[in-house]
């Protein structure tokens, strides 16, 4: 019995396991499908069913269900919460139509077809969001190596030009930043040992590994030949009673000889030189410049000898000058002069900086003394001083500092930034990215970028270098400091085509005195090559058309103390179409000393078309120093304190210069061209010795004003070229500002001086051939017309009846006041508008608006207007006055002017 029990018991447990793993069984799916529930059956059936419902709400079991598919115009009321797909909705918020379909959700009382708007931060946890499409408007997110982007208002934070995006061109920009350039004047005690690269600095500083630096005479030795001084020779104006100048001024690349004269003034303002019995003693040391990273960087020969002179002014001027002439070798671009005073004294202070442009052959040249001191050299020394060491820093370990190039020198010596290699570097990127018109950017920066070699735009085009001043708009410009050669090379324009430099400044006060801040060049005139490509890095692997130097732009460019700013060119130069706008060559912090020799420099008839706007010009030997220039157009230019202001003394040229003032130049112009200077403030007196201006046939003066000068002095005459009288040129509507106050001179046949202009010729003893439109005299009473010309002295002072034409507002008083072999028709335009038909003038004849009394010429004359946008026109017989329906209110001169 007991056994049956226990069988019993055993048999029961059985069939309940079985029973169990038969419904755990029932439970389980094929591998891959859903779960269904299964039909529970047997002892517990129902509360397994109940667990099985509730594990698939819950999401203890997965489930396969059908959502209720739907068109978007079928969708019910929405309710937030629901999900329905919609069959022909397209992925957006809210649902519309027209698409393959897409979950609808009930959200927020709408139907969302898409994702809604994030309403905090995304985070992809490292991961990518690919297939972005270009940006279009303000807030769109950029897609990977998207073009034409928008970016606006980045700004930094540190205002110093070091906020940068790195490896970046911006509408074809680079930024030289990214190259290694550096905005820094930090410089470091250096101990060097020959042979070594390892370099020990006082202190590390901002120096980085990567950075390019000039290690001072820690180069090669010198190899550059100690100059000789052949003469020191007096060069003053050959007479004190008259104010003309026998002219010795050198071409940069040349000698002249001095005439041997000194002339004591009066001792006035205007006339300071009192003695002729100054020594001065003269030294001269040569400078050397190569290429970037090696050959004869910095190199100085030794001092020359002394040389005195001992009848040389008291005070130097462009009308008592000495002339210095010494030697130079083939490795020579700039000559440092040195100056002392007394008997037996020693130079020991720079006294100039000679600029010598390269590759013309030069083996002598002349340096003029016109008492305008200037110039610093860092690393000043008479003896002879080595080639700097130019390296980049490979490692730095505490305060060693690992070079790429060992010294050749055990000095102690000092180290110094220098960006020049890295400004080449982008210059050369630039070019080598493919993009027309591109430019290296050189940010704002707070100090300077030092550069202690040139940077070369050789067989380069269409490329340059931009600060961020450019735009004419008064920002800041870019901060250059010269740690190069006392005379040497900044820029090397040789062979470039269409390049640019603008928005940068090198004010001079501190580091070492350039020779050229921009030199355009062409040398040799055949076989160029890198190795004469002159002084930087010339490119390699750049196509070149062996096109001349032309299309040079230089816009905003700021000029301190430098010998000459702007080189367009000496005998061999082809530089044509250069455009200059915004050139200022004035250091005012450092007068009473000069800002330099030249600003801008031409000696090539082949240098023509070239248009300068807005220069500024001060304390200078030369503004415009222009021996030989084919042709040339001025604007808006303002002086101060200059020798000369024009220099142009070569027959051939064509040149027009209009607008501005000078201020105590000690000549306004020099011009022997055919020139035509107009609307010029001509004040504060003309200097120690001279005269406003040297004319010759075919210069024209128009619209003139010369102030008073009190007490009256021959500083204000204006000269005549020719032994005999030569030629003075036109003068239209001039205010001469004084009268003559010499009056000796006798006119031979020529009538006796009816008035008392200030025109003089050479010698005071022929009046020259002038003719003076409108002129004005302090004091006199000076007819319309006055000529020096006998043949026509009656017509000239005849009083012509005129004829008014009344316009749409104002007059015109038109009249023929000259007649015979030269013929002359003026009209004054009193606020004079013709905003309907033109008004004409008959010379001689019926039909016109007005009808003069006079005589036809025999050709169209020329016509010489001071009007605006709308000017006159004339035929032989007839001068057709301007009229527009936009014309506004003309006061101005009209003058007609042939046979």
């Avoid at 003893?765 to 409108?774: V, W």
């Avoid at 012509?800 to 034409?805: D, I, S, V």
């Amino acid at each position: 019995m007991r056994q049956r029990s226990v069988a019993l018991i055993l048999r029961t447990v059985a069939t309940v396991l079985i029973l169990r793993a038969a419904a755990a069984a029932q439970n389980l799916p094929p591998p891959g499908a859903y779960q269904p529930i299964p039909n529970f059956t047997g002892v517990g059936a129902g509360l397994q069913f109940r667990e099985a419902i509730n594990d698939r709400f819950s999401g203890a079991q997965a489930i396969a269900p059908s959502i209720a598919s739907t068109a978007l115009a079928n969708l019910p009321p929405e309710q937030d919460g629901m999900l329905l797909f919609c069959n022909n909705c397209r992925s957006a918020t809210p649902c519309v139509g027209g698409g393959g379909g897409a979950w609808a959700l009930g959200t927020r009382g709408q139907w969302a077809c898409a994702s809604a708007a994030l309403e905090a931060n995304l985070n992809a946890n490292g991961n990518k969001v690919s297939n972005l499409a270009g940006a279009t408007v303000n807030g769109d997110a950029l897609a990977f190596g998207q073009t034409g982007a928008q970016l606006n208002t980045l700004s930094g934070s540190k205002l110093d030009g070091s906020d940068a995006i790195g490896n970046v061109s911006v509408n074809g920009v680079l930024n030289a930043q990214d190259f290694g350039a550096v905005c820094s004047d930090t410089t470091a005690s250096a101990t060097t040992t020959a042979s070594s690269a390892t370099v020990t600095v006082g202190a590390i500083g901002d120096f980085k590994v990567g950075q390019y630096v000039k290690l001072d005479a820690a180069g090669a030795s010198n190899t550059i030949a100690t100059p000789t001084i052949a003469s020191v020779t007096d060069d003053g104006y050959t007479l004190s009673y008259l104010p003309y100048v026998q002219w010795d001024i050198p071409v940069l690349n040349t000698t002249a000889t001095g005439n041997g004269n000194c002339i004591v003034d009066n001792g006035t303002t205007n006339n300071p030189n009192t003695s002729c019995s100054t020594t001065y003693g003269y030294s001269v040391q040569n400078v050397g410049q190569t290429g970037i990273g090696a050959g004869l960087n910095g190199m100085r020969s030794a001092a020359s000898s002394t040389v005195y002179v001992t009848t040389a002014p008291v005070n130097p001027s462009i009308g008592n000058a000495v002339i210095v002439t010494f030697s130079v070798d083939a490795n020579t671009v700039g000559s440092i002069i040195r100056r002392c005073t007394g008997a037996s004294c020693t130079p020991t202070s720079i006294y100039a900086v000679k600029p010598i442009p390269p590759g013309q052959g030069s083996t002598s040249v002349s340096y003029r003394d016109n008492g305008k001191p200037f110039g610093i050299d860092e690393e000043a020394s008479t003896s002879a001083v080595a080639a700097d060491l130019d390296a980049q820093i490979t490692a730095i370990s505490g305060t060693s500092v690992t070079l790429s190039v060992a010294p050749s020198r055990s000095a102690s010596t000092t180290m110094r930034h220098d960006s020049a290699p890295a400004i080449q570097q982008a210059v050369h990127a630039s070019v080598l990215a493919g993009t027309t018109g591109s430019k290296v950017q050189l940010p704002a920066c707070a100090t300077h970028y030092d550069l202690a070699q040139a940077v070369s735009f050789w067989q380069l085009s269409q490329t340059g270098i931009s600060g961020p001043g450019s735009n004419l708009n008064g920002g800041p410009n870019a901060n250059l400091r010269w740690d190069g050669p006392a005379g040497g090379i900044v820029f090397n324009f040789n062979n470039a085509y269409a390049d640019t430099i603008e928005g940068i400044g090198l004010d001079g006060l501190t580091g070492s005195t350039p020779g050229i801040l921009i030199d355009q060049n062409r040398y040799p005139t055949s076989g160029q090559s890198q190795s004469n490509a002159g002084p930087g890095a010339p490119s390699s692997g750049v196509a070149w058309a062996g096109l001349p130097p032309t299309g040079m732009s230089i816009r905003n460019v700021s000029c301190g103390v430098v010998g000459l700013c702007v080189d367009l060119g000496p005998s061999i130069a082809n530089g044509e179409n250069a455009i200059i706008d915004g050139l200022n060559c004035f250091e005012e912090a450092y007068p009473p000393l000069g800002s330099g020799n030249i600003c801008i420099y031409s000696n090539s008839q082949e240098t023509y078309n070239e248009a300068i706007y807005n220069t500024n010009c001060g304390n200078r030997d030369y503004c415009f120093d222009f021996p030989r220039i084919g042709s040339f157009v001025m604007t808006n230019t303002n002086s101060e304190d200059a020798g000369i202001l024009w220099y142009v003394p070569d027959t051939s040229d064509y040149s027009t210069v209009t607008g501005g003032q000078e201020e105590s130049a000690q000549m306004f112009a020099y011009s022997t061209s055919q020139a035509r200077f107009s609307d010029f403030r001509i004040a504060g007196g003309s200097g120690p010795w001279g005269a406003i201006a040297y004319g010759n046939s075919g210069d024209i003066f128009e619209n003139i004003v010369v102030e008073t000068v009190s007490p009256l002095s021959t500083s204000m005459n204006w000269n005549a070229q020719g032994a005999n009288g030569g030629d003075a040129g036109t003068f239209i509507n001039v205010n001469f500002g004084q009268p003559l106050s010499n009056y000796g001179n006798s006119h031979g046949s020529y009538p006796a001086t009816p008035y008392s202009l200030p025109i003089t010729n050479v010698g005071g003893s022929y009046l020259p051939s002038f003719t003076c439109i409108h002129c004005a005299v302090p004091g006199q009473s000076v007819p319309g017309v006055v000529s020096s010309e006998p043949n026509q002295a009656a017509a000239f002072n005849a009083a012509p009846a005129a004829t008014t034409l009344t316009g749409t507002a104002g007059t015109a008083v038109c009249s023929q006041s000259m007649q015979g072999t030269l013929k002359i028709a003026t009209c004054y335009l009193n606020a004079y508008q013709e905003t309907g038909t033109a008004q004409t003038v008959c010379f001689n004849g019926s039909g016109c608006t007005a009808n003069l009394a006079g005589v036809n010429f025999s050709a169209a004359p020329n016509i010489l207007a001071s009007c605006g946008t709308y000017g006159p026109t004339s035929t032989a017989t007839v001068l057709t006055l301007p009229a527009n329906a936009s014309m506004t209110a003309e006061t101005c001169n009209i003058t007609a002017i042939g046979q």
